[in-house]
């Protein structure tokens, strides 16, 4: 029996705004990636941030695009950190070492008074969840109390979700919500980039 020795991944530390913008200026080969809903992204966007959403993200493809560029490193924003941190993940467990999260994401990088590329102003994804969770329970406890008290499950069922998104940072809702076409609005084809 073979037993895989590959030790995992040591996630790599977040990189300050300031730093990445620098290190971009300096070197026009360093990549930057966005990595939130087409949506959010037409909201603000870091200046010569490409779009692939973390839903449909294949780091092997994204590295082979990089036509002799691979050696550069790679930058991923999200809105604050969380997304990007999964993708930097993603791409460390194909073999990219070369990869960044950038701290504190979009919100930092333009706290940060780094350059932004603003659209219109859209609904985040997190407030999205919190109006769709808020409503499902909401509803269960209507329905338990007026029609059958079975339907106090789905509040239930609600809870425990926002309680395996807050100890696993992973949201189903969020996800699903992430595919929802006024989500997808903006940007054909999964990738955008200015």
Not at 40 to 63: N, R
């Amino acid at each position: 029996m073979t037993t895989n020795t590959t030790p995992p991944v040591a996630p790599a530390q977040p990189v300050p705004p300031a730093e990445v913008a620098k290190a971009r200026s300096e070197r026009p080969g360093v990549g930057l990636i966005d990595v939130r809903t087409p949506v959010e992204y037409a909201e603000v966007h870091a200046e010569g941030a490409k779009l692939i959403p973390l839903d449909v993200l294949d780091p092997k493809a994204v590295m082979s695009e990089r036509d002799g560029l691979a050696s550069e490193p790679v930058y991923v924003l999200c809105k604050s950190g969380a997304r990007a941190a999964k993708a930097v993940e993603r791409f460390r467990a194909a073999g990219f070492d070369n990869v960044f999260s950038v701290e504190g994401g979009t919100t930092a990088w333009e706290r940060a008074g780094l350059p932004v590329i603003r659209g219109e102003k859209v609904m985040s994804l997190e407030r999205q969840v919190r109006i769709g969770a808020g409503s499902l329970v909401l509803l269960g406890v209507l329905l338990g109390w007026l029609v059958h008290p079975a339907f106090f499950g789905l509040s239930a069922f609600v809870g425990a979700g926002l309680v395996f998104a807050g100890v696993t940072d992973w949201c189903g809702m969020g996800m699903l919500l992430a595919r929802m076409p006024w989500n997808r609005r903006g940007c054909e084809g999964g990738t955008c980039s200015r």
